[in-house]
Every structure is written in C-alpha cells, then in structure tokens.
C-alpha cells in the first residue's frame, strides 16, 4: 500500500483537515501518479458540506487532477515514468454498458466510479480525490495533458472544461452559430474561451456589467447584463445556443426566449429549487431544454487536444492547501476570477501537520 497524504472532511461542515491514508499498490494497468496541482470545484463544497444528501465520510475532495506519473503496472501500455497527465470526474465505470462502449463513461448505467465520495468497484473501498499527494488510476481513466499547458493552469480543464466543451461539441458550437454563455464564474468563463476559439459568436449574459471586461478579454463578442429587464427584449429569438452555468434558480422560460427556433437552452449548473418551465416556451419555437454531464474519457482527452493546440487554460489563483476552508468561503461568495488550484507542494512540505 500507498502512504497517502491529503486534506479531507471528516464530517459534514467541518473544516477540513490533515489525512493520512493509503492507496493501492499498482495493478497490471494502473498508472501511480505523483499530484502537482489539483483545482477546487464549487461540487467540492457541496459534496464535503452534504449539501447535496448522501456524503460518505472521511472524504478527500478534488477532481481536477494534475500531475506526473511515478510508477505503472506491467501491462500499462499507454503511460510510461515522467508524463503528464490528468484525472477527472471518474476513475471507473462498469466498461460494459453501451454507453461505456460508446465512450459516453459518464453514464454508464450502473454508475461511474466518481474520483471521491463514490465507492469503487469492489463495493467496500472508498475513493478518495485530488487534495492529496499521490492517486493510483486505471490507464483507461487517465487523461495525457499536452506539453503545451502548464499543470497548474491545466488542472481546471479536467472539469470545468470538459463540461463547457461536451455541450458545446455536441450541440456544434462553430462558425455561423450564435452561443450565449449565463454567469462569468469557473464554468463560464472556460464556455467563453472554448466557443470563442471554435469560432462561434460568443455572448456573455451576467447579472451586472462588472465583468464585461474580463468577458471580452476571453473572447465575448457581447456582454448583457440580466438584470437590465429590455436585455430580453432586445435579444429574442437570438441564439442558437444558451448554455446555463449557474446554479441559481433563474427563469429558464426567459432564457428559453431567446434561443432561436430550434435552438437549445443547456443546463449545467444544478439549483437547489426545481425550476418551472412553461410548455409554450418550448413549442412555440420547437426549443430544446436540455442538460449535459461532463464529458466520456475519448472527449476528455479530444478537449485537452483542443485546448494544448489553441493555448486555452483556466484562469486560476494559486493556492495553499493550508488555505483550502477560506477558499472554500471564497467559493460560495463568489470572489475567485476563475478558479482556485491548490499547489501540492504546499501539502508534501508540511508532513509535520499528520
């Protein structure tokens, strides 16, 4: 076994604390990865407050993983001592489903094995995530992060990216297309970058004007503030896509009001309300309501291809691991531009705190 050391929740709304655990040996195709940096997702807080029901605990958050590989199985053929690599949102599925032999891991139909707060496949063994020192990974469940991307601003990608760029894939984000991103925060400002670079003309809809700078600077072609009620008025019928990362429970019936026929409004984010739509806001347009889950290993890894050739990263603010409870408050209060990635090194030099 593998001495481990991480940060972790020991209970609902606890700070989080020092943790020493051990992962697993290697097995014919795992892949041991030393951590370097690892993101902070706001599902991160929902998930080690129990926000959302069903935590399991002691829990070691973190699935925007970054790193270098130490050590591989025997049989590992895609990995070898020294690349760089990421793990995501899942370290396994069932691999035997349709949508597995698709690529589509995501939803797998008896359910992905999620990089924390799951139970991996052996049913008695609970995973553990990225704010720690080392993972062990199956090589079909890691992720080659190209040699153009520094780690650290990489890290989000695993994430935040993969949920921008899957909806905007399969909903053929491109040239012609007219795509509106809601909320300018870890999630919409990745949307803002990737739907720029596929050549989609790009606007962002927030609450106030206060980020229409940042927005641009990423490639917004156009800034709204929502707040502002003839913003609807003035872009009816507009877009081909709009793409929801926000979890507040907005009137996705206004939103809807926007699209252009045939156009689909995408959630993302998850309120903590259920949200009422109208049916004539989707007939009287043939509008789709629909919602998308990260993304499958092949597209992943299609993702990170992408953004190592158009030099797209996350913006992010380096941190501690010492810092991760104020970060966390940080989170919630929305005052990160765009995303806090957690410096490993900061976690190997304090062995003193276990």
């Known amino acids: 076994m593998i001495k481990t050391l991480g940060y972790a929740a020991y209970k609902a709304k606890e700070a989080l604390a020092p943790f020493t655990f051990e992962r697993r040996d290697p097995r014919d195709h795992d892949v041991v990865i030393d951590i370097q940096y690892c993101g902070i997702c706001h599902s991160d807080v929902h998930q080690a407050r129990d926000e959302w029901g069903g935590s399991l605990f002691p829990m070691v958050p973190g699935h925007e993983i970054a790193g270098v590989v130490t050590q591989v199985g025997p049989a590992v053929t895609k990995y070898k001592v020294g690349d760089r690599v990421g793990v995501g949102c899942f370290v396994d599925s069932c691999r035997t489903c349709e949508y597995c032999l698709q690529g589509l891991e995501q939803y797998c139909t008896q359910g992905m094995t999620g990089t924390y707060n799951a139970m991996e496949r052996d049913g008695k063994t609970l995973s553990q995530g990225g704010y720690s020192t080392t ?9 080659r992060i190209p040699d153009a991307l520094p780690l650290d601003a990489a890290a989000p990608l695993l994430c935040a990216g993969i949920t921008l760029y899957s909806p905007l894939s399969h909903w053929k ?12 925060g870890g ?5 803002v970058k990737l739907a720029h670079a596929m050549g989609a003309e790009v606007t962002v809809l927030s609450q106030s ?3 229409e700078a940042d927005s641009r600077r990423l490639g917004a072609d156009h800034f709204y503030a929502t707040s502002d009620e003839t913003t609807f008025t003035k872009l009816a019928g507009t877009f081909d896509l709009v793409i929801n990362t926000v979890s507040a429970p907005i009137d996705w019936n206004a939103y809807l009001g926007l699209l252009k026929v045939d156009g689909a409004l995408v959630v993302l984010g998850v309120p903590e309300e259920q949200v009422p ?15 998308s889950l990260i993304g499958g290993i092949k597209e992943t890894q299609e993702m990170l291809d992408f953004c190592g050739k158009h030099a797209i990263t996350s913006d992010i ?3 501690a691991i010492q810092g991760v409870n104020e970060a966390y408050d940080r989170v919630v209060a929305s005052d990160v531009r765009y995303r806090f990635v957690i410096d490993m090194a900061s976690l ?4 003193a705190a276990f």
């Open 135 to 143: 993972i062990v990974v199956d090589e079909n469940y890691v992720l």
């Open 173 to 184: 984000a491109g040239p012609g297309k007219k795509v509106a991103i809601i909320g300018m």
């Open 187 to 191: 999630l919409g400002h990745m949307g």
């Open 209 to 211: 004007l206060r980020k």
């Open 277 to 291: 739509v109208g049916a004539f806001s989707l007939i009287m347009g043939r509008r789709s309501l629909a919602g």
């Open 317 to 319: 603010e380096t941190i």
């Open 348 to 351: 190997k030099s304090d062995e």
